[in-house]
C-alpha cells in the first residue's frame, strides 16, 4: 500500500497476556518509529529503528516490552504480561532517511489496545 | 534531549476567526513537522517545515530556526480544523520528539 499500515486496529485482552502489534512501513522508508498514546494525552515515544544501525530502544517503559524489525521492513512491538496501564493507541511512523535524520515522518492509523 | 514547548495549550475560536499556534524549542534542529490529530485519532502531516515558510491553503508555518521557534497560522478557521496540533522536532540523528499539543476547537 502506499501508507503505513498497522495491525491489528483494535486489540482487546486480559490483564498477563502477551499482545504484538505490527507495522508495515511505506516502501523504501529506512527508519521505523513506534509511539504510544494513552487516552487524552500527547505522544510517547517508544522506539527507534535506523537502517542496519542498533535500534534506540530508550522509550521502552519497561522489560515487558520489546520490538524488532525484520529485513529492514515490517515491525512487530511485543508487549508481555499486559497491564491495564497499558491500553492507549500504538502508533508507527516511517521515513525515509538521509544523513543526519531528516526525513519526513509519516504516521499510520494505529492498533488500540486495551487491556482488561 | 530536546525540549519542545507549545501555546496554547487550548484555544476555542468562532468560525471565521485566525489563529496562531506557537512552538518553542531547546536546541537546534534538521526536522520540524506540523500534525493536525483529528477526532478519530487520525495525524494528519501538515508541514514539514525545519526552516522557512510555507503555506498549503488557508494554512501556513513559519520556522526561524536561529531563535528556536516555529509559528502555525490558521485562517478562517472552520470546524473541520477542530482537534489536536503537534510540532515535532529532532536535532541531528535523534528521534522526533513532540510537543505537549494545543487542542483547537472551532464554534460554528
Known amino acids: 500500500g502506499a501508507g503505513v499500515s498497522q495491525s491489528p486496529s483494535n486489540k482487546v485482552t486480559e490483564k498477563g497476556k502477551d499482545v504484538e502489534l505490527r507495522c508495515d512501513p511505506i516502501s523504501g522508508h529506512t527508519a521505523l518509529y513506534w509511539y504510544r498514546q494513552s487516552l487524552g494525552q500527547g505522544l510517547e515515544f517508544l522506539i527507534y529503528f535506523q537502517g542496519n544501525s542498533a535500534p534506540d530502544k530508550s522509550g521502552l517503559p519497561s522489560d515487558r516490552f520489546s520490538a524488532e524489525r525484520t529485513g529492514g521492513s515490517v515491525s512487530t512491538l511485543t508487549i508481555q504480561r499486559t497491564q491495564q496501564e497499558d491500553s492507549a493507541v500504538y502508533l508507527c511512523?516511517?521515513?525515509?532517511?538521509?544523513?543526519?535524520?531528516?526525513?519526513?515522518?509519516?504516521f499510520g492509523e494505529g492498533s488500540r489496545l486495551t487491556v482488561l | 534531549g530536546i525540549q519542545v514547548e507549545q501555546s496554547p495549550p487550548d484555544l476555542i475560536l468562532q468560525e471565521g476567526a485566525n489563529s496562531t499556534l506557537r512552538c518553542n524549542f531547546s536546541d537546534s534542529v534538521n526536522n520540524l513537522q506540523w500534525f493536525h490529530q483529528n477526532p478519530w485519532g487520525q495525524l494528519i502531516n501538515l508541514f514539514y517545515?525545519?526552516?522557512g515558510t510555507k503555506q498549503n491553503g488557508r494554512l501556513s508555518a513559519t520556522t526561524v530556526a536561529t531563535e528556536r521557534y516555529s509559528l502555525l497560522y490558521i485562517s478562517s478557521s472552520q470546524t473541520t480544523d477542530s482537534g489536536v496540533y503537534f510540532c515535532?522536532?529532532?536535532?541531528?540523528?535523534?528521534?522526533?520528539?513532540f510537543g505537549a499539543g494545543t487542542i483547537l476547537r472551532v464554534k460554528s
Open positions: 515535532a522536532v529532532r536535532s541531528y540523528g535523534n528521534k522526533l520528539v
Open positions: 511512523a516511517s521515513s525515509l532517511e538521509s544523513g543526519g535524520g531528516t526525513g519526513e515522518l509519516f
Open positions: 517545515i525545519p526552516s
